[in-house]
């Protein structure tokens, strides 16, 4: 039965390339622009450079923003940064901005990158060691305020 299935596959894909593993993809896609450091994110920023943070609220939540950056979930990026898009975000002006798009630790971010240099950003590059490493670094940090469910620090009459 699986001959028959590798049989039919063949046919319908002839010159279909074996899958490829997450590790052997991200060295594929990571060899296709230069990755930066934090300090290199820092100062790209100084000079124009837009932070894109697409970490999940939780992580944002727990650990705090890069004050500055665009907050945009992974789900929603490409949308949101297409400088032809409808849904773009204002700061998508056009193809020559520089994007440096910062995960939690560097991974999801450079398969991010893919896409937006796919869409024509060819500036796109990703924080090596993500917003980890932007923390573990000393740069900036503010962190999340929800004052609405805060309620540590609250005491009758104050």
């Given at each position: 039965?699986?001959?028959?299935?590798?049989?039919?596959?063949?046919?319908?894909?002839?010159?279909?390339?074996?899958?490829?593993?997450?590790?052997?993809?991200?060295?594929?896609?990571r060899a296709g622009y230069d990755r930066i450091g934090p300090p290199e994110a820092a100062?790209?920023?100084?000079?124009?450079?837009?932070?894109?943070?697409?970490?999940?609220?939780?992580?944002?939540?727990?650990?705090?923003?890069?004050?500055?950056?665009?907050?945009?979930?992974?789900?929603?990026?490409?949308?949101?940064?297409?400088?032809?898009?409808?849904?773009?975000?204002?700061?998508?002006?056009?193809?020559?901005?520089?994007?440096?798009?910062?995960?939690?630790?560097?991974?999801?971010?450079?398969?991010?990158?893919?896409?937006?240099?796919?869409?024509?950003?060819?500036?796109?590059?990703d924080l090596i060691g993500g917003f980890q490493a932007w923390r573990a670094a000393g740069?900036?940090?503010?962190?999340?305020?929800?004052?609405?469910?805060?309620?540590?620090?609250?005491?009758?009459?104050?």
């Open positions: 039965m699986s001959e028959d299935r590798n049989t039919i596959r063949d046919e319908v894909v002839p010159n279909a390339s074996p899958p490829l593993g997450i590790d052997e993809l991200l060295e594929r896609v100062a790209a920023a100084e000079a124009g450079a837009l932070l894109v943070d697409i970490r999940y609220a939780a992580l944002r939540d727990r650990d705090g923003l890069i004050p500055g950056a665009l907050v945009v979930e992974r789900n929603e990026l490409e949308w949101r940064l297409d400088p032809r898009g409808s849904h773009r975000a204002a700061e998508a002006v056009g193809h020559d901005l520089q994007v440096v798009v910062v995960c939690n630790e560097g991974y999801a971010s450079s398969l991010a990158v893919a896409s937006l240099r796919q869409l024509g950003l060819h500036r796109a590059t740069l900036p940090v503010t962190p999340t305020c929800h004052p609405e469910s805060d309620t540590r620090n609250l005491t009758p009459g104050t």
